[in-house]
């Protein structure tokens, strides 16, 4: 998936059955994607997310391992999963917030 949000807010929930991975852009924005429906086929699955002066929250099934690259400019990316014992997947999440942030729960 892909989505760009721009002073507006909203919310993007998958059931995918293969999942792999997507986008997210927050400008002056708040949103919210809820993975926790959502199986995927593939080992490491990426997701890219970006909040400016806006806020994001991403929910992950409990058994995908998550890891972030991410960089915070007067903001935070805050990666608050609990990481499983034998992990389904792993989700590969870079992300940046500027004057925003970003919240990883599961």
């Known amino acids: 998936f892909s989505r760009v ?3 507006t807010s909203t919310r993007v929930e998958s059931k995918s059955k293969n999942f792999s991975g997507g ?3 927050s ?4 949103g919210e ?3 926790r429906g959502a199986e995927t086929q593939r080992a490491v699955n990426d997701l890219e ?3 400016v002066f806006g806020s994001l929250k991403v929910r992950v099934p ?14 935070s990316v805050n990666n608050s999963t609990v990481r499983p014992e034998n992990p ?5 999440l870079e992300g940046a917030a500027v004057f925003g942030s970003i919240e990883i729960t599961n």
Not at 62 to 75: A, K, L
């Open 5 to 7: 949000m721009v002073f």
């Open 23 to 25: 986008e997210f852009v």
């Open 27 to 30: 400008v002056f924005a708040e």
């Open 33 to 35: 994607v809820d993975l």
């Open 49 to 51: 997310l970006v909040s």
């Open 62 to 75: 409990s058994d995908w391992e998550v890891n972030t690259q991410d960089v915070g400019f007067m903001g």
């Open 88 to 92: 389904k997947s792993k989700l590969h």
